[in-house]
């Protein structure tokens, strides 16, 4: 029987608004409970109103105790210019945090997140501009992506995108908040044998995996991951977030053809990572598909708190046999169904699946959460891992 747990405490939105000074403002949070590394982005536009910000100038975001925040200016667009201002910050429940913005020496931070693709033949470098492949023979792709395709983490936790038809999303279990996967899977070292940074912890196979995507219309559903042309971008990527895309041009779904960009982001100190997908060249009855894999047979568990809602598996479902908590959530708003996919037979199977709203004006988006014990030891409590759930989604 699925079961509603709900935590005793109010969350709310927090809000960014002016505090009367030119260069300072608030940050706000009007939840009841205390956050910790809320993720705050402004545009060149904002940042502008606060302080007059060239491309080669380091913007310095300070608290009115003279505290350095983390932060990080990223080219969004790919033009060479910032677009946008990331920050983090803790804030206590129900109270507003005065932030300063100014001009000043760079500063290198502590890293917290990152990105990495690479090639799996020494001497393991960097790839760029490498189209995705349209195989689905996981050995013959090891043989020549790193960790079968694009990767990304932070203190937390990693994932990775099997950059071939199969379009999957798979875990890395971290037990340090050092950053882990540059060197995973290559110079000797087996990423699917425990180390002392983590381990791949998910078995994958036909389902969704940890939050791939597929796309639903008239009573079917296609996976993304067929393409004419698939094809990757890093955004961002620093101590504050970092951001990749995934693009697909000629997606087959029935009689139809779509164009969809995947846009993936992780910040630090989160348990989750960020998607946003579009389509182009809808017709207006599509929906996005996205889910959790099932292969154990574990219950499938629903949840609300605030503004989100959306459900979560526990239990021993790591490869090891290890106890992993998997969850994905979205606003209550876009989200239509919770559904299943059959435990075999062609296409997605063994994965249960959450049915989002997608327009030509706003993007599907949602967020998958893990929870590895080796992560967290309280982990190994179903109730525990809701909680941090929860209390994640509180800075959203």
Known sequence: MKKNILLGFGVAALLFSSCGSAKTFN???????????????LTRAEVQQYVNAGNDDFIHVTTADGKLLASQMDDMDGDGNWDELAFIADIKANSALSVKLSVGEPVEFEKRTNLRFGS???????????????????????AVFQMEGPAWE????????????RNGIDIFGKSTTKMALDSAGIRGQNYHARSDWGMDVLKVANSLG???????YADSMYRVGVCEVGEFRFVAEG???SVLELTFKGVPAGERLYDVRHRISIAAGDL???????IENMQGDEIIVTGIVDKHNLESIPFEVGEFKGF????????????LGMAVAA??????????????????????????????????????????????????DAAAFEKAVKLNLAKF
Not at 31 to 38: L, Y
Request: hydrophobic share 35%.
């Open 239 to 241: 101590p504050v977030r």
């Open 154 to 165: 932070n203190d937390k936790v990693g994932f990775r995108n099997y950059y071939d038809a």
């Open 272 to 278: 989750c990572y960020k998607s946003q997908v579009w």
């Open 331 to 380: 606003r209550q708003s876009d989200v239509i169904s919770y559904t299943a996919a059959p435990k075999i037979g062609e296409g997605v199977t063994e994965t249960y699946f959450m049915n989002l709203k997608i327009s030509k004006e706003k993007p599907a988006e949602y967020y998958f959460f893990s929870g590895w014990e080796h992560q967290d030891d309280t982990f190994v």
């Open 27 to 41: 940050c706000t949070n009007n939840a009841s409970v205390d956050v910790t590394d809320k993720l705050f982005v």
């Open 210 to 216: 940890a939050g791939a995507i597929a796309i639903g």
């Open 312 to 323: 979560y598996t526990h239990g021993n479902q790591g490869t090891m046999g290890e106890m």
């Open 120 to 142: 799996a033949i020494a001497p393991h470098d960097a790839l760029i501009g490498v189209k995705r492949l349209k195989s689905t023979d996981s050995p013959s792709i090891s």
